[in-house]
């Protein structure tokens, strides 16, 4: 029976191994006893000197009130004439937040008597979106959200920007008109003069 209760306290019982020399490093950092190296002469006596030790043939001078730096930055530097790092190509304009105003069509030509429409996005936006392909240099137009004659709408955008047969095409499966090129202000301006 002793033996048996021996058994699960032989584990706690038995020596641990000494700690690694570093945690021992670290904790005598930490000693409360006095240091074994004797101090600095210097410092002992800065601590023990009177209020008016500094005697006033070896106290410092005063610094002066402009810095050695302040006479530098005042020559004149020398000029290098760098090349201006900019853009290598020609970067758009920036879009205008206020669109500027069109003048409608006539009326037979206007977006009722069409026999197409293209609807407005839910922020009131025509739903004209540019594409980048390849890296970005292949742009198209791409026309969404198009109702009734969808071939009318591409063959009048094709002479109006005057684009070849391949350039303005429609995707049958989404009912898209994409139009190769970046042409989203011109199509807009095409769009809004026919009140959409």
Not at 54 to 68: A, C, F, I, Q, V
Not at 79 to 94: D, E, K, L, V
């Amino acid at each position: 029976m002793a033996s048996a209760l021996a058994a699960p306290l032989m584990p706690f019982l038995r020596p641990m191994p000494l700690p690694r020399p570093s945690t021992i490093r670290c904790l005598l950092r930490y000693s409360t006893t006095t240091p074994c190296r004797a101090e600095d002469r210097n410092l002992t006596a800065s601590r023990t000197a009177s209020p008016t030790y500094p005697p006033p043939s070896m106290r410092s001078n005063l610094r002066p009130k402009e810095s050695h730096a302040s006479h530098r930055s005042s020559h004149p530097k020398k000029t290098r004439n760098y090349p201006i790092r900019g853009t290598s190509h020609h970067q758009p304009a920036p879009p205008k937040l206020i669109p500027t105003p069109v003048e409608p069509l006539a009326e037979e030509l206007c977006a009722p008597n069409l026999p197409y429409f293209v609807t407005r996005t839910p922020s009131n936006e025509l739903p004209i979106y540019t594409l980048r392909k390849r890296g970005g240099n292949m742009l198209l137009t791409r026309v969404k959200k198009v109702d009734g004659k969808i071939e009318d709408l591409r063959d009048e955008l094709r002479t109006h920007l005057g684009l070849g047969e391949k350039e303005a095409v429609i995707n049958r499966i989404t009912g898209h008109v994409v139009l190769k090129g970046h042409h989203r202000p011109k199509v807009e301006q095409f769009l809004r003069e026919r009140r959409f």
